[in-house]
């Protein structure tokens, strides 16, 4: 086996190490028993698969039965100029990999933060070596190095109508997708993540952590919202399967707002 993934995050890793560095960082945890390794032979044989779902016309979700590690959503975004695939999950097998290449040519892989690289590079690799672009402000979390990865910072534009871009936040190299396509043109936001959504899909949140609830501050949550609002979408994608299926940016708007009022102590006559 010429790789690892780290069984809590699935996250891959060229040599075992005594922790996951991205696992032992204050925004994620080490299970109580410690550090776990498995091996993609080894979640095949125990009954792992990838399934693959339409999200809407253009738009793949790859998930794993059962989860692997945080266990995202992956997104393939599908435009006549080529694919891109987001925030790859940790696990792959042959027939996910022949579903997404019968949507045609995947041009890139990108993943929102260091939590969902999963099994970046062996994507690359079953997709015949496509780059994988790995914010610049967050390079020094990837723990499998390979020629295919791509440091990149700013904004890019991997296809016509499919732009990425980086408004920080969770991480310093945090990222979104905005696809101007989506929602019958409306534009969707793949947004990591970088602004979560929530499971009442009428609100979105901000947090440095998720699991360890630390949040970010009001100055840090206005720079990532106003960041997003410079693109037009009505419908904005998390990536654990929930959905903000209309006026996503006005709903990232107020869930701005509430959360800057909260921090800043408006709402304390509640408490």
Request: proline fraction near 6%.
């Amino acid at each position: 086996m010429d790789f690892w993934i780290c069984a809590t995050c699935a996250v891959e890793h060229a040599e075992k190490v005594e922790v996951c560095a991205i696992c032992a960082d204050e925004r994620q945890w080490v299970p109580a028993e410690g550090q776990r390794w498995t091996t993609l032979a080894e979640l095949t044989e125990s009954g792992t698969r990838a399934e693959v779902a339409e999200l809407e016309p253009g738009l793949l979700g790859i998930t794993s039965e059962p989860k692997v590690g945080i266990g995202q959503q992956a997104k393939l975004v599908c435009t006549p100029a080529g694919n891109l695939l987001w925030d790859p999950i940790g696990y792959l097998d042959d027939d996910a990999v022949a579903r997404v290449r019968e949507q045609g040519e995947t041009v890139a892989i990108a993943a929102s933060h260091p939590h969902m690289f999963g099994v970046q590079v062996e994507w690359s690799r079953a997709l015949g070596g496509v780059p994988v672009l790995v914010a610049e402000a967050d390079l020094s979390w990837v723990a499998r190095p390979a020629p295919v990865i791509r440091p990149w910072s700013g904004t890019v534009d991997p296809l016509p109508g499919v732009t990425l871009s980086q408004p920080g936040g969770h991480f310093p190299g945090s990222a979104v997708v905005h696809w101007s396509a989506g929602a019958d043109g409306r534009g969707v936001l793949l947004s990591g993540d970088t602004v979560f959504a929530n499971p009442d899909r009428t609100s979105v949140s901000f947090m440095r952590s998720f699991p360890n609830r630390i949040p970010l501050s009001a100055a840090v949550v206005e720079r990532v919202t106003k960041h997003v609002e410079q693109f037009a979408f009505d419908r904005l994608y998390g990536n654990f399967g929930t959905v903000v299926d209309a006026d996503a940016r006005g709903v990232v708007r107020r869930s701005a707002d509430r959360h800057i009022g909260w921090v800043r102590g408006d709402f304390d006559h509640l408490t």
